[in-house]
């Protein structure tokens, strides 16, 4: 009686990075098949991972930001974190009614 064994592929090792755009650079150009034995991965929650956010120049009106400052203030919250929730929303509106 044979027992069929796969060959066991030699995983390439994953090389240190200097920083995030140089690992993003890295994965983009490779398969990570040859670095990565995905057969034994396991799925894994990051409970307090929060999204990456890009800084951004954003001319307002003086009387709307002092609107929105007031509203925030009502809320105990930062004018920024309340814009953040009026686009969230908005375009989540726009995007659910087309």
């Known amino acids: 009686m044979h027992i069929f064994v796969p ?3 030699k995983l390439k090792k994953i090389p ?11 994965w983009t150009e490779n398969d ?5 034995d995905w057969e034994k991965s396991e799925r894994m929650v990051l409970p307090n991972l929060k999204p ?8 307002l009106p003086e009387y709307i930001l002092d609107e929105i400052k007031i509203l925030a203030r009502k809320r105990d919250v930062t ?11 908005r375009v989540d509106q726009e995007l659910n009614h087309r």
């Open 79 to 89: 004018y920024q974190s309340l814009i953040k929730v009026y686009l969230k929303e």
């Open 32 to 36: 990570s098949t040859e670095y990565l």
């Open 16 to 26: 240190e990075f200097k920083n995030e755009d140089e690992e993003r650079v890295f």
């Open 52 to 59: 990456s956010s890009k800084t951004i120049s954003l001319r």
């Open 7 to 9: 060959e066991m592929k």
